[in-house]
């Protein structure tokens, strides 16, 4: 499986599925969430209504109506607070249900955000350790490539030396 970083919006890329940073409502909010959906349109949103809501470390399969996207995961990541509060574990549980989603439907491709590292204030470092760790753990399932997608310049940067750093 080939793990890359590059710095991207995520709603433009032709990929089987992108992770969306959802909430547990899944009904749509800021930053990477509000992004998706706008760029989807309305289906989106109807077809998370009938999810009736995710829990936090867990994950739902949406379709990706007009993303280039064929699929949405919308993932739940943790709030961050303090990391004695489960945070680790939950994220690594969003990027395991990720990964187990994808293979599943037998997805080939798949790009994240930074999960949890925005409104939830999970540090980029450690949040890009757990996401690079978890999604290598899962090659194997048919996945061939996953790409880690980061809005910001300092968030590419700390993807880039950890990727380098374990390769
Ligand atoms: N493409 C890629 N990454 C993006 C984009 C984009 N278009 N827009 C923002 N990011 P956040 P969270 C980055 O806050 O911390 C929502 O309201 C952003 O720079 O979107 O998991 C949900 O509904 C950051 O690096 O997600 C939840 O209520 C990363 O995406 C809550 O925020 C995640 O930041 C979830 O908070």
């Given at each position: 499986?080939?793990?890359?970083?590059?710095?991207?919006?995520?709603?433009?890329?032709?990929?089987?599925?992108?992770?969306?940073?959802?909430?547990?409502?899944?009904?749509?909010?800021?930053?990477?969430?509000?992004?998706?959906?706008?760029?989807?349109?309305?289906?989106?949103?109807?077809?998370?209504?009938?999810?009736?809501?995710?829990?936090?470390?867990?994950?739902?399969?949406?379709?990706?109506?007009?993303?280039?996207?064929?699929?949405?995961?919308?993932?739940?990541?943790?709030?961050?607070?303090?990391?004695?509060?489960?945070?680790?574990?939950?994220?690594?549980?969003?990027?395991?249900?990720?990964?187990?989603?994808?293979?599943?439907?037998?997805?080939?491709?798949?790009?994240?955000?930074?999960?949890?590292?925005?409104?939830?204030?999970?540090?980029?470092?450690?949040?890009?350790?757990?996401?690079?760790?978890?999604?290598?753990?899962?090659?194997?399932?048919?996945?061939?490539?996953?790409?880690?997608?980061?809005?910001s310049?300092g968030d590419?940067?700390?993807?880039?030396?950890?990727?380098?750093?374990?390769?």
């Open positions: 499986m080939l793990l890359k970083a590059i710095r991207a919006d995520i709603t433009t890329l032709a990929v089987d599925a992108i992770v969306n940073a959802a909430n547990t409502s899944l009904l749509g909010g800021g930053g990477v969430d509000g992004a998706i959906h706008r760029a989807a349109g309305p289906g989106l949103l109807q077809e998370c209504r009938e999810w009736g809501g995710c829990p936090t470390g867990e994950a739902r399969m949406t379709k990706g109506y007009r993303l280039p996207a064929r699929f949405v995961i919308h993932a739940v990541g943790p709030v961050w607070r303090g990391g004695t509060h489960g945070e680790p574990e939950l994220l690594a549980s969003c990027y395991r249900r990720c990964m187990e989603l994808a293979t599943e439907h037998k997805l080939r491709s798949i790009a994240f955000p930074c999960i949890s590292t925005g409104v939830y204030g999970y540090p980029i470092e450690a949040a890009a350790e757990i996401a690079i760790g978890t999604v290598r753990a899962a090659a194997g399932g048919g996945v061939q490539e996953a790409t880690f997608c980061c809005f310049a590419l940067a700390a993807y880039l030396r950890l990727l380098n750093k374990i390769a």
